[in-house]
């Protein structure tokens, strides 16, 4: 019997229309847990490199976590993976909600999707019954709208609805695949466009198999509890009014310097109340008591969910209030725009025309307000019209196609992806390596298990370590050593690069919310999961035998088989670079020995490749072969390194 997963997925060919219920490998699991890391070996092992991210063999997998489904509270993020179009990239996103839940108790653990349908269609998977649906009613509408129109048309109110709006189905760059409270993002939804798929509707009613029900459902219990009561996880973030710290250190707009000192008591109070006004309720996930989004109705819009992520990114980006941040997602949302991505666009957009670079021609009728200005270019990119077409790319391909010196704007781009605009002082050594290493496109997929500054009084420091639970004893002496407006060492800094990613694989492949285990860390390093505990909740769970040196083992396999994916596509160490205007003052040569160092300590090449020797102590001697014989290493290329896996 298989615990904790169910054991099949769901394969689906939209060419051919065959679906199959296939039974899987539970050595895989032992392997990589689930979710993220079970893609990953999926997408190395089907398709290769030379597949387009637009071909009909390029995949796209929806994948619960292992921990999906059962009593252990916060388990809810979906993953979902493909190769995006933006970078030719492996793609990673993650969605909450009730989504993954919902299809593990269908009976399927993924759902892997090829080819391309002849007309738009819609997955409607009911238990053992799953059926390829036309949609062609549905061309157009909004993805909201459109969860809501499946969910009537099939007469089940309570199907988990996945869905796309227009800018996936134009295949916009930076399409998002909505669902209830929450979307997946970094371009996921482009695919799911380009293969014609509107929208996947799952409704489940089977038990799911647990090793040790007793003692897990004891434990979930004070858990669920714990998490309740822990005032540092879950809503902190989008429930404070005091947002002076994002408005007077990010930057406003592209390419554009910050407002200084623009937060004020009064701004803030004006907030306060702007939010009241529009908000319906707060509300969650799936198993989670913490209600950290918002469901918000602003007026003349549709109702929609807000995330943390997408508090403050149009406002600041458009130069405008909380009102128009809010009016603007009742938009975007509905049309399925990534609100890390699409802000930093429109910014650039507007900064174009304003430079001469872009003028009335290409931008007819082109409103003179911020607010207009972004609500035109809105219209124009997810239609691809006119020079919509190009700003549909992101920033980084639409500078080339525009030209005329359009490249002297593209400043928050990584890897040609968008990032979140900063404008600090001088480079931060831990958030240069997150930014230029990482391969998930988004800093707050990789940040989050330790704290991002120190605490100025040294008695204050102290205390807060002491009362760290999740940190191995290392960390706490670097934290204790680390002094305000200083930089960790370089040994300290890897290191803490290394903590905050392998963490994010372990939450990735169970499904865990990383706002109840990693992200927590900068909080005060006492999130309810950690590498301490979070071996028994799956062990309870699975069956799986493991201790925390061993989901530490299993995060780094899974972060060492996406990097050689990506070192398959190209990934090499001239791509690793950060935003260029992110801070004010670099340090070129202090980088690249941060480079080096991360490298050795990775157990890669000094070109960032994963050596053969670190790939077979991984159990990954497969992928040190394929790419030994595509000669991207060259034998046992790299110098010998050791796998850490004591974490103390």
Not at 115 to 125: H, M, N, Q, R, S
Request: aromatic share 10%.
């Amino acid at each position: 019997m298989r615990y904790a997963e169910t054991g099949f997925n769901l394969e689906i060919d939209l060419s051919r229309g065959n679906i199959e219920r296939v039974e899987t490998d539970p050595r895989s699991t032992a392997l990589h847990l689930g979710g993220q890391g079970t893609a990953a070996k999926i997408l190395w092992d089907r398709v290769p490199p030379e597949v387009e991210p637009f071909s009909p063999d390029n995949l796209l997998i929806f994948s619960t976590g292992l921990l999906h489904g059962t009593p252990v509270p916060g388990a809810n993020r979906s993953v979902v993976n493909t190769f995006n179009p933006q970078t030719n990239l492996y793609s990673h996103s993650l969605f909450g909600g009730f989504f993954g839940p919902e299809l593990k108790h269908a009976g399927y653990d993924k759902i892997v999707i090829r080819g391309k349908a002849p007309d738009l269609v819609y997955l409607w998977i009911n238990n053992d019954k799953v059926e390829i649906r036309d949609a062609s009613h549905l061309q157009g509408k909004g993805a909201l709208e459109t969860a809501a129109l499946i969910q009537e048309e099939l007469k089940e109110p309570k199907a988990q609805v996945a869905a796309i709006g227009l800018a996936a189905e134009n295949r916009v760059y930076m399409a998002t695949i909505e669902h209830s409270v929450s979307s997946a993002s970094r371009g996921v939804g482009s695919v799911m466009g380009d293969k014609r798929l509107k929208a996947i509707a799952v409704r489940g009613t089977k038990d799911i198999n647990v090793a040790r029900p007793a003692e897990l459902w004891e434990t979930c219990n004070r858990q669920f509890q714990a998490i309740h009561d822990n005032p540092y996880c879950g809503d902190v973030m989008l429930r404070e009014d005091d947002e002076s710290f994002h408005v007077n250190n990010f930057a406003w707009g592209n390419a554009r310097q910050r407002r200084k000192t623009y937060w004020t008591k009064e701004v803030e109070e004006e907030w306060k109340k702007v939010s009241q006004s529009v908000r319906v309720r707060w509300t969650g996930c799936y198993n989670c008591p913490k209600d950290c989004h918002q469901a918000v109705k602003y007026p003349g819009r549709h109702l929609y969910f807000q995330k943390c992520y997408s508090k403050l990114t149009y406002l600041m980006a458009a130069y405008e209030d909380l009102k128009f941040n809010f009016d603007i997602l009742g938009v975007t949302q509905e049309y399925g725009l990534d609100g890390f991505s699409t802000p930093q666009v429109l910014a650039f957009g507007v900064e174009l025309y304003e430079a001469g670079i872009l003028t009335d021609n290409d931008l007819p009728g082109f409103p003179s307000d911020g607010a207009g200005r972004f609500f035109y270019l809105v219209e124009k990119i997810v239609r691809r019209e006119g020079v919509g077409d190009a700003l549909a790319n992101g920033v980084w391909w639409a500078a080339r196609q525009i030209g005329k010196g359009a490249e002297a704007f593209d400043h928050n781009t990584t890897k040609k992806m968008e990032q979140l605009p900063l404008k600090l002082g001088k480079v931060n050594y831990p958030y240069f390596l997150m930014y230029a290493t990482g391969e998930k496109m988004g800093i707050t997929q990789i940040e989050g298990s330790y704290p991002q500054t120190p605490e100025p009084d040294i008695e204050e420091r102290k205390r807060l370590v002491e009362g760290w639970v999740a940190a191995p004893e290392r960390f706490k002496k670097w934290y204790l050593e680390w002094e305000p407006r200083q930089d960790p060492s370089v040994e300290a800094s890897v290191n803490i690069v290394d903590w905050n990613e392998t963490m994010h694989y372990i939450d990735d492949a169970i499904g865990m919310c990383a706002f109840l285990s990693c992200f927590r860390g900068q909080f005060g390093m006492r999130p309810p999961y950690h590498l301490y505990n979070l071996p028994s909740f799956i062990s309870l769970a699975s069956g799986l035998d493991l201790d925390s040196d061993g989901i530490w083992e299993i995060g780094t396999r899974n972060r060492n088989l996406i990097r050689a994916i990506n070192v398959r596509r190209g990934l090499r160490r001239i791509d690793e670079k950060p935003p260029e205007d992110h801070w004010k003052i670099r340090e070129p040569e202090m980088e690249q020995n941060l480079l080096d160092a991360y490298y050795e300590l990775k157990g890669w090449n000094n070109d960032g490749i994963p050596t053969k020797e670190t790939l077979d102590k991984l159990g990954l001697d497969y992928v040190g072969e394929d790419l030994v014989q595509r000669g991207i290493l060259t034998g046992h290329e790299g110098t010998p390194t050791k796998v850490e896996t004591d974490k103390n």
